[in-house]
């Protein structure tokens, strides 16, 4: 084997810096599409009166946004390719009363030759959400604040675009498999949604700020006003906040086995019971197998102990 070498230059270093060049804090003046339907009220005023002293997100944090733009510019080219019509690509809206000061970029409109076009929203999803989300109400019943805001951007476009009907492109980032769900403009919802943009104008024209919600570790855990705000919860001492969104999705996706592993478990227990001391059966598609298994070095009682196999048919 060669000598280990000192390398002439960090790679992963220099691209780590330039990317973290890119973050940047922008002021907001308005009730922005993409933030109206975010789960706390008091963070929405936040964006408008304290914009500049946010928490920015980390350098992890913008490779992952970096990757949700060029997921954009390749479902843009699926669809082109499919020979449908892009139009009004990124175009800015500003809902018509101006009282509630709600603007917005939309993603695309798109259009089949029929003069028909309609507003989408293209999202890049982990593989989890992307089998998750299949209807309207998949998104409403997310575990994820950031996914439970989608529904209000797009609602909100088909309000400025005066449209009923619009599309969710949805992407898996790991398979680059898309999925359609198009939706219904739910009136109601969105009415609410400019109830709550007259709310925020009027604290913000008083200088005010609206009660906080109850604490939500997936909400206030995570949010760049979390200093200003300071939720009640005992941290403890030395708690660190850690902005590592494929760390979390991580976590979740752990929490999300582990009830899974305790339902398996506890019909796996059942299922063995049921057939101990029973070999060779056959239950549609699965064949079951048993057999004593003797123990060495263990007392007379548990000197064996029924082994059960299962296996499906036809599976791989």
Same mark, same amino acid.
């Given at each position: 084997?060669?000598?280990?070498?000192?390398?002439?230059?960090?790679?992963?270093?220099?691209?780590?810096?330039?990317?973290?060049?890119?973050?940047?804090?922008?002021?907001?003046?308005?009730?922005?599409?993409?933030?109206?339907?975010?789960?706390?009220?008091?963070?929405?005023?936040?964006?408008?009166?304290?914009?500049?002293?946010?928490?920015?997100?980390?350098?992890?944090?913008?490779?992952?946004?970096?990757?949700?733009?060029?997921?954009?510019?390749?479902?843009?080219?699926?669809?082109?390719?499919?020979?449908?019509?892009?139009?009004?690509?990124?175009?800015?809206?500003?809902?018509?009363?101006?009282?509630?000061?709600?603007?917005?970029?939309?993603?695309?409109?798109?259009?089949?030759?029929?003069? @028909?076009? %309609?507003?989408?929203?293209? *999202?890049?999803?982990?593989?989890?959400?992307?089998? =998750?989300? !299949?209807? $309207?109400?998949?998104?409403?019943?997310?575990?994820?604040?950031?996914?439970?805001?989608?529904?209000?951007?797009?609602?909100?476009?088909?309000?400025?675009?005066?449209?009923?009907?619009?599309?969710?492109?949805?992407?898996?980032?790991?398979?680059?498999?898309?999925?359609?769900?198009?939706?219904?403009?739910?009136?109601?919802?969105?009415?609410?949604?400019?109830?709550?943009?007259?709310?925020?104008?009027?604290?913000?024209?008083?200088?005010?700020?609206?009660?906080?919600?109850?604490?939500?570790?997936?909400?206030?855990?995570?949010?760049?006003?979390?200093?200003?705000?300071?939720?009640?919860?005992?941290?403890?001492?030395?708690?660190?906040?850690?902005?590592?969104?494929?760390?979390?999705?991580?976590?979740?996706?752990?929490?999300?086995?582990?009830?899974?592993? @305790?339902? %398996?478990?506890?019909?796996? *227990?059942?299922?063995?019971?049921?057939?101990?001391? =029973?070999? !060779?059966? $056959?239950?549609?598609?699965?064949?079951?197998?048993?057999?004593?298994?003797?123990?060495?070095?263990?007392?007379?009682?548990?000197?064996?102990?029924?082994?059960?196999?299962?296996?499906?048919?036809?599976?791989?």
């Amino acid at each position: 084997m060669p000598e280990a070498q000192t390398p002439p230059f960090s790679v992963v270093g220099r691209v780590r810096d330039a990317m973290e060049r890119r973050i940047k804090v922008y002021p907001y003046h308005t009730n922005r599409a993409s933030e109206l339907g975010h789960d706390c009220e008091r963070y929405l005023v936040y964006k408008r009166t304290a914009w500049e002293k946010q928490t920015p997100h980390g350098v992890d944090s913008e490779f992952i946004f970096e990757a949700g733009r060029r997921i954009e510019d390749e479902a843009i080219a699926e669809l082109q390719a499919a020979g449908f019509q892009i139009l009004e690509q990124q175009r800015s809206f500003k809902y018509p009363d101006e009282n509630l000061n709600i603007t917005g970029h939309l993603d695309l409109k798109i259009a089949n030759g029929d003069g @028909k076009a %309609y507003p989408c929203e293209i *999202k890049g999803l982990n593989q989890w959400d992307f089998a =998750k989300l !299949n209807s $309207i109400e998949d998104f409403f019943a997310s575990t994820k604040p950031w996914v439970r805001k989608y529904p209000a951007q797009l609602y909100l476009y088909l309000l400025m675009s005066n449209s009923d009907l619009g599309l969710f492109y949805l992407k898996d980032k790991q398979s680059h498999r898309p999925k359609e769900i198009w939706v219904p403009l739910d009136y109601e919802y969105a009415e609410g949604l400019l109830q709550k943009a007259a709310r925020i104008n009027q604290y913000v024209a008083d200088n005010a700020l609206p009660e906080g919600i109850p604490f939500d570790d997936k909400v206030c855990g995570w949010c760049s006003f979390m200093h200003l705000c300071v939720p009640d919860r005992d941290l403890g001492d030395g708690a660190q906040l850690i902005d590592d969104p494929d760390f979390e999705e991580k976590l979740v996706r752990r929490a999300e086995l582990e009830a899974a592993k @305790k339902e %398996y478990d506890a019909l796996d *227990k059942q299922i063995k019971s049921q057939v101990k001391e =029973k070999d !060779n059966l $056959i239950v549609g598609d699965f064949v079951i197998a048993g057999q004593w298994v003797e123990r060495k070095a263990y007392s007379v009682e548990a000197a064996r102990y029924w082994k059960t196999s299962i296996t499906r048919m036809g599976a791989k």
